[in-house]
């Protein structure tokens, strides 16, 4: 009891910290009880008959029945697409083609908070994460590449841009509607159109976009959402009237696909796995890069193909980094997707949450020390706490494999050259981050990096003016920015100054 309380003669007061329930109202979201594809424009059955049930991984409820395409739906999807291409798309006044999608912008950014519960619900990540990142982050790309639809002459002066044709995508259960963005939006700049399968675990947001395509009046067979498990995938793949694969996904089946498109006149862009080292100097601004680090692995539960994963730190700040670490692990809150104070949502899928847990076992068996806060886990719905490995050596599988979950593997270095040469110790190249004061250190480290992305003493910032993608088995191809346009486009004179 305080002084002034005891003259007072008051009871203390009693100090709670833990944070009341906030969750956001989900009724702003109406599912229907079971979805068919969109083709040309319309809701289709399934010739296959084939349909899955999506649920929400914090709680194991099933949310709808979705479609299962088969070869034939692919085929459908595919022709439709053929058709809007030839019929009109292809030929429309890029100006007009803007229009349409500075209209789905607007939308996206008008029905935001929509898309975000239902992004979490089917997802498992924080609302807000999902209503501060994926959804404005989705309506950007959109703007960024309206902007561009009828300026492809002046983006690529002198050799005379046309698009490719229809463009098959596939992409992953992390960042569903912001992934579907990075896809369509330079897809369509370009004057294609566009087959799209999204990932099973999370098909809502991609169905829920249809209604904004028809609320932009998109013209039919546009754009075509196939929902279904890898075989979709494949037959989308395989598909001869397809014109060019854009895939983000793990790094076997990128491999697979491009096993597949060998020698095929289809192009093709992979945006595959990472293993990112964050290599954190002496110098650095430590409480800073804490923030950092805590948002490179724990952000969207780890399931970020660029995370932050391997923790590069130098020897002589290492005690105080990790104690300041674990102090800040601490303090994040677990829990509920839809809670507005939740950190670290759910894991997205038993799947994964089974492969965190084997690769998680590979580190305590191969001699790495765990650590995890204290947290109580709900006992229904896939859950993985934040975790951090020490002592690890750059042979465990925890320092060399994709986690893809809320897993940190910690190793030290003692100079520049030890660290550059740590952290292209990997199959992969997606990305990386330093942290340091010094401006001559980013450079002379980030040139020598063999990462696509190099964030310096930040983590996780995108922006869709700014090209992302990948070295190594990482993939290849850009996305964002101009970068992003020319995949989707051929070039009738390849000569910078034409002929
Ligand atoms: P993860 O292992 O993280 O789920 P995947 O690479 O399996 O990643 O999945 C990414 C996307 O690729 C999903 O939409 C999935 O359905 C699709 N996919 C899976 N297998 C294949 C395949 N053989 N061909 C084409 N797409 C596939």
């Given at each position: 009891m305080s002084e002034l309380e005891r003259k007072r003669g008051a009871a203390p007061v009693p100090v709670d910290w833990t944070y009341a329930p906030a969750p956001e109202a989900r009724d702003i979201v109406s599912l229907r009880e079971r979805y068919g594809l969109y083709v040309g424009g319309d809701w289709i059955e399934p010739h296959s008959g084939e349909t899955f049930t999506t649920i929400d991984p914090s709680t194991e409820e099933p949310l709808a029945e979705i479609a299962q395409a088969g070869p034939e739906d692919v085929s459908l999807a595919v022709e439709a697409a053929r058709s809007a291409f030839e019929n009109g798309w292809s030929a429309l006044a890029p100006s007009e083609r803007a229009k349409y999608l500075f209209r789905i912008a607007r939308i996206l950014q008008e029905r935001s908070r929509e898309f975000a519960v239902l992004e979490s619900l089917n997802g498992g990540k924080p609302i807000r994460e999902s209503r501060d990142v994926d959804l404005p982050l989705s309506a950007a790309h959109f703007f960024y590449y309206a902007g561009w639809a009828d300026k492809l002459e002046y983006a690529f002066p002198n050799r005379t841009p046309r698009p490719l044709g229809v463009a098959g995508q596939i992409i992953p259960w992390n960042f569903p509607l912001l992934m579907l963005a990075w896809k369509v939006a330079p897809a369509l700049a370009a004057g294609n159109t566009v087959v799209l399968k999204p990932a099973e675990t999370t098909p809502l947001s991609a169905l829920l976009f249809c209604d904004v395509l028809r609320q932009a009046e998109l013209p039919q067979g546009v754009v075509n959402i196939v929902t279904g498990d890898g075989r979709t995938g494949a037959e989308i793949v395989k598909h001869p009237g397809i014109d060019k694969i854009a895939f983000t996904g793990s790094t076997d089946v990128g491999k697979a696909i491009q096993r597949e498109l060998a020698g095929s006149r289809k192009k093709l862009t992979l945006e595959l796995g990472g293993k990112a080292a964050n290599v954190v100097f002496d110098d650095a601004p430590l409480d800073q890069a804490i923030e950092g680090i805590v948002n490179g692995i724990y952000f969207n539960q780890g399931h970020v193909?660029?995370?932050?994963s391997r923790l590069l730190v130098q020897e002589s700040i290492y005690e105080q980094l990790i104690a300041k670490l674990k102090r800040r692990l601490g303090t994040l809150r677990v829990g509920a997707p839809l809670d507005k104070n939740t950190d670290v949502g759910a894991i997205n899928s038993r799947q994964q949450l089974d492969k965190i847990e084997e690769l998680v076992q590979t580190g305590r068996d191969e001699g790495a020390e765990i650590y995890q806060p204290p947290c109580r886990l709900p006992e229904r719905g896939y859950w993985f706490a934040p975790t951090v490995f020490t002592?690890?050596?750059?042979?465990?599988r925890i320092a060399q494999e994709e986690i893809f979950g809320p897993v940190l593997s910690v190793l030290t270095f003692r100079t520049p050259d030890e660290a550059v040469e740590k952290a292209n110790?990997?199959?992969?190249?997606l990305s990386a981050g330093v942290w340091t004061e010094k401006g001559s250190r980013i450079l002379a480290v980030a040139q020598r990096l063999r990462a696509g992305v190099v964030w310096a003493n930040t983590y996780n910032r995108f922006d869709p003016a700014s090209p992302f993608g990948g070295y190594k088995e990482s993939g290849f191809g850009r996305e964002g920015g101009l970068h992003g346009l020319e995949p989707y486009l051929r070039f009738e004179s390849s000569e910078p100054f034409g002929s």
């Open positions: 193909c660029c995370a932050g002592n690890v050596a750059q042979s465990y110790n990997t199959p992969y190249g």
